[in-house]
C-alpha cells in the first residue's frame, strides 16, 4: 500500500519558467510534510517542509502548497535552473516530532537551457 | 563537519550471506535511522535507533537487525540475504530542535546480491 504517491516519475521544464512537482497521500494521520531532493550518488538532501496547520510556506524559489482536503501537497520552483535537475521526493510523517518517513516513488526534473 | 558518512560505498554479496553496513552521524546528532532504497523507488524505514536502542521499526523481518554504539554510530546487520535485498541502504541521523528535528541523510551504501 503506496501511502505517499508520485504518480509523475518525470518532468521537464525550461530554465526560467515554473517547475510544478505533485504528491497525493492516503494517510489522513499525516501531520508533516517534506521535500527531498538526490542527486546521484548523494543521499537525499531536505529542501522545504510544511504542517498539516498550513497550507502554504515559501523559501526563497521553492514554495510548498498543502491541500489537506484534497490530500495533495505540491512543490513549486521558480524560476527552475538547470542545477535543480535531481530526483525530488515527497515525504510525509505522522508527527512533527518524528522523523520516521514515508517517502513517495520520486519525479526526475530535468531543466533544459 | 563531514556530515553523516556510511562505509562501504558498494558492497557485493551472495545470497544467503550475511552484511554489515556502518553509519557515522553528523556531530552532533543522537538518533540514527536507516532506509532501504529500491531501484525506482523511494526510500521506505526499516528502523531508528536512539540512545543505544532501537526505538522504531518499520516493515522489515528480523533478518535486518542494527545496533546503535555510545558515540551514536550505527550498524545494519542483515542475515541470509536475498536478491530482493539488493538496495541502495541510506542512513539519516537526526536531532531534536525546538519544534521538530535536523535531519541529514548519507550518501548510502549499494548493495548488490548476486
Known amino acids: 500500500d503506496q501511502q505517499v504517491k508520485q504518480n509523475s516519475p518525470s518532468l521537464s521544464v525550461q530554465e526560467g519558467r515554473i517547475s510544478i512537482l505533485n504528491c497525493d497521500y492516503t494517510?489522513?494521520?499525516?501531520?508533516?510534510f517534506l521535500w527531498y531532493k538526490k542527486y546521484p550518488a548523494e543521499g537525499p538532501t531536505f529542501l522545504i517542509s510544511?504542517?498539516?496547520?498550513?497550507d502554504k510556506n515559501e523559501d526563497g524559489r521553492f514554495t510548498v502548497f498543502l491541500n489537506k482536503s484534497a490530500k495533495h501537497l505540491s512543490l513549486h520552483i521558480v524560476p527552475s535552473q538547470p542545477g535543480d535537475s535531481a530526483v525530488y521526493f515527497c515525504?510525509?510523517?505522522?508527527?512533527?516530532?518524528?522523523?520516521?518517513?514515508?517517502f513517495g516513488t520520486g519525479t526526475r526534473l530535468q531543466v533544459f537551457p | 563537519d563531514a556530515g553523516v558518512t556510511q562505509s562501504p560505498t558498494h558492497l557485493i554479496k551472495t545470497r544467503g550471506q550475511q552484511v554489515t553496513l556502518r553509519c557515522s552521524p553528523k556531530?552532533?546528532?543522537?538518533?540514527v535511522s536507516w532506509y532501504q532504497q529500491a531501484l525506482g523507488q523511494g526510500p521506505q524505514f526499516i528502523f531508528q535507533?536512539?540512545?543505544?536502542?532501537?526505538?522504531q521499526r518499520g516493515n522489515f523481518p528480523d533478518r535486518f537487525s542494527g545496533h546503535q554504539f555510545p558515540n551514536y554510530s550505527s550498524e545494519l546487520n542483515v542475515n541470509a540475504l536475498l536478491l530482493g535485498d539488493s538496495a541502495l541502504y541510506l542512513c539519516?541521523?537526526?536531532?531534536?530542535?525546538?519544534?521538530?528535528?535536523?535531519?541529514?541523510f548519507g550518501p548510502g551504501t549499494r548493495l548488490t546480491v548476486t
Open positions: 539519516a541521523s537526526s536531532r531534536e530542535l525546538a519544534g521538530g528535528y535536523e535531519q541529514y
Open positions: 494517510n489522513s494521520m499525516f501531520d508533516y
Open positions: 510544511i504542517s498539516s496547520i498550513k
Open positions: 515525504a510525509a510523517s505522522e508527527d512533527y516530532n518524528t522523523d520516521k518517513l514515508i
Open positions: 556531530s552532533g546528532h543522537d538518533t
Open positions: 535507533y536512539y540512545e543505544e536502542e532501537e526505538r
